[in-house]
């Protein structure tokens, strides 16, 4: 539950309300085993199917009540977030979302906050925003790889509870993905990457300079869940060795949050 503060100001009481965060520790990423896989009796592509027209259904209640929706999707390199939004947008209509895919900032935004930019893409009334990537990387990667001084990215984590809590409590349904793999797994994605010509552009020497940084990663991850796991926006850490069980999870969830 939120907490009330009550201050006087000219004789007037206002009431001001903090965000809830959930305890540290109730989401703890070492605790989330990445190589669970989907049961072999299990249809994939018959559940996905029904999982997709679900959404479409959701996706035109929510056009009708005017609703407003937003996921975020963080996770390791090469995890499965492209592959998840791709299956979760299949069959919407696309007049409905966006899709934001986040890289580096470019001249306007690095001269605004760096959240300026995100409050361009909140969903106008009945539409959906998906983030390939978000203002997690200010917590995320300018931490580990010292884009941001210290200071920044410190104070970042209340900054970005304000901002998430100012939409939800607008209205806005948010949640936020973490695609958990495993340092082998993800190695045989790389390397499978650089054999493909097709996916030979989604790897580089970037990828490779953050898979030598794991464990600083991993540590960054810990402290973003500790800190801005919420319940008006929280966070689903998802096992993603097997893509296709975490497609699954991950559609289920998204129809769960749109239905309210």
Known sequence: MARKKKSHTGGAVRQAFEYAVFP????????????????????????LEQLQYELYRLQIQQYLAKRRTVFVFEGWDAS?????????TAQLDPRGYKVWPISAPNALDAANHYLWRFWQKVPPAGELAIFDRSWYGRVLVERVEKLTPRSAWGRAYDEINAF???LTADGVRLAKFFIHIDKTT???????RERDPVKQYKIGPEDWRNRSKWGAYSRATQEMLDRTHRPDAPWHVVPGN???????EILRTCARVLKG
């Open 24 to 47: 540290a520790g109730t989401l703890s990423l070492p605790e989330v085993d990445p190589s669970v896989a989907l049961e072999p009796d299990r249809d994939y592509a018959a559940e």
């Open 80 to 88: 499965g977030k492209g592959g998840a939004i791709k299956r979760l």
């Open 164 to 166: 998430e809590h100012t």
């Open 186 to 192: 993800q190695l045989e994605r790389f390397r499978k």
């Open 242 to 248: 097997d893509k296709k069980r975490a497609r699954l």
